[in-house]
Structures are given as C-alpha cells and as structure tokens.
C-alpha cells in the first residue's frame, strides 16, 4: 500500500480483534446478546411512550430521542464487528469506513448535546416545577432537539472531511474494530498538526461546553434537593439523579477520552476498551437508568404486558 493515497485507497483492513476462533466465537456471542439487549430495551421504550399519550411531554419526548441514539450507536459498529468475528471478513470498503465514521460521529456528538438538553431539562422540572411546562414546553423542546441533531451533523460533517482528505500510505490496516477518528488520524502519513488542532479545538469547545451545562445543572439539583424536608424523598431524589449523572459522566468521559488528545497519545488498546464503554455499554445502560426505573413508565409497561397477555390468551 505504499505511497497510496486517499483518493486511491479502495479499502481499510480492521485488526482490533481477536485471531484465536475460540476468543472470536465468546466475544462474537457476548457481543450479540449485548446488541440484541439494547435493541429490546431502546425499542420498547419508544414503543411504550409512543402508544401511551400520558406520557407524550417534553421529558418523555427526549428521552424517545436518547433511546433513538442508543439504537443507532451500537447499529453503526456492532454488526461489522460480528461479521469479522464470525466470518473474519475484516475488510471495509473506502467510501464504507468514511459513512460510518460519519454516521458514527453524527450519533455520539447529537448525544453528547441531548444528554446537556436533558440536564436542563431536569434542572427546570425540579428546581422550578411551578413553571416547568411555560419553561419547557413542547415547542421549545422540539427546537432544542433539532438543534442537537443540526449540530451533531455538522459536526460529523466537519470531522469526516478533515479525516478523508487525508493521505493513507505504508498501511491500510485499522487498529480498531471500526473506523474512528484516533486510528483514521494514526495511519495517515500527511501532515495532521492543523487538523487535529482544529478536530481538538471542536471536540473540546462543544464536548466540554456540554458537559458543563449538565455538571451545572446537577450542581442545581443537587443543592434543590438538599433543601426537601422529607429523608425519604431526599433519597429517591439523589438516588435516581445520581444514576443519570453516573451515566452522563461515563459518556462525557469516555468521548472526552477519545477526542480531545492528540495523534501521539494513541493507544489501540486503551481506545478499543473506551470505545466499548461508549459505544456499546452505554446504550445498553441508559435504558435502565434512564426509563426503566422510571414510575410511569413501568406503568405503562405493565399494561402492555397485560394487553399483550390478554390478547395471546383470547
């Protein structure tokens, strides 16, 4: 592959996985059943809160958009990753590496801005409940949402462009299980100075913008809740804020993790665990955290179950 450049690279090799077959079938299976699990989990609650009209808020409505995020997330990697460890097919095509990285950046910077939408989101509810639904109101939150999925795709747009008009000389082998950013920065031999300090400068005035709009928003709550008079309520407060902040904080910094650093500070390794975290885990998680330990939606999945039931025994 020497002295080939982007615009003659026909396709990128992945060699972040296992080559031992009984390490490929275990990781290919845990992978699967963790995929197929964050499909079940996201999938139901966007049909519980779409079928149910009690639940059609503002809050319920970004929490439909969280689910949406995690379904794509783990979508854009996770089956090129079990076609390798299954059939060790590891090739992807140029123009394939360059859409998932896209689709893949897109989704986990849209998510990062949610996630600070959803904090404020909190924030109003329980530090102003009186006024919530003049504060946040349907049509604001729509704009909002828009908003981080418009920023989310310039963003990726910017960062696609920067990372494919790159030259790729010497090796066209990944060292990662799907085309990232890091590894995309590491293989090429054109000189990356100014882009990463732009794909730095980016990542860290939006990553770090975000996330202190959420850590401030449950430094709020936080200090609200201090303020309930009963012990009992005060514990359910900080038990469920302190799940979601738990979650936030290991999404923010996993993605601050693989973003915001320079080309030289790579670690194949590292990255492969991080990415996981974030890319597989999270969305595995965030359902639980997020909505499944939710009242009324536990409500509504109940009367699911039993209409489902009802239905099967009629």
Request: proline share 4%.
């Amino acid at each position: 592959m020497g002295g080939i450049n982007a615009s003659t690279v026909s396709e990128f090799i992945f060699v972040g996985l296992s080559d031992a077959p009984e390490v490929r079938f275990l990781l290919f299976v845990l992978f699967l059943l963790i995929y197929l699990a964050t499909l079940a989990g996201n999938i139901t609650i966007l049909v519980a809160i779409s079928t149910d009209t009690r639940l059609h808020n503002p809050m319920y409505f970004l929490l439909c958009n969280l689910s949406l995020l995690d379904i794509l997330c783990p979508t854009i990697t996770v089956p090129k990753m079990l076609e390798a460890l299954l059939f060790e097919n590891k090739v992807i095509s140029f123009t394939g590496c360059m859409v998932q990285l896209f689709f893949l950046i897109d989704v986990v910077g849209t998510e990062i801005f949610l996630l600070a939408v959803m904090a404020y989101d909190r924030y109003v509810a329980i530090c102003y409940p009186l006024q919530y639904m003049n504060i946040v109101n349907m049509k604001l939150c729509a704009h909002l949402v828009i908003g981080t999925w418009i920023a989310g795709f310039f963003n990726s747009l910017l960062h696609t462009s920067f990372i494919f008009t790159l030259f790729f000389c010497d090796s066209n082998k990944v060292d990662q299980y799907y085309c990232d950013i890091p590894p995309m920065l590491a293989l090429s031999c054109s000189p990356t100075y100014i882009r990463e300090l732009v794909i730095l400068t980016v990542a860290g005035v939006l990553g770090s913008g975000a996330f202190l709009v959420t850590l401030i928003s449950y430094i709020y709550i936080f200090l609200t809740i201090l303020c309930i008079n009963s012990a009992e309520s005060r514990h359910k407060a900080f038990s469920t804020c302190g799940s979601h902040l738990t979650v936030v904080c290991l999404f923010y910094g996993t993605t601050i993790c693989t973003y915001v650093r320079t080309s030289s500070s790579y670690s194949p390794k590292q990255d492969r665990i991080v990415s996981m975290l974030y890319g597989i885990f999270t969305p595995l998680l965030n359902p639980m955290i997020y909505s499944l330990r939710n009242k009324e939606v536990k409500n509504t999945l109940r009367r699911m179950t039993r209409q489902v039931r009802t239905a099967l025994t009629r």
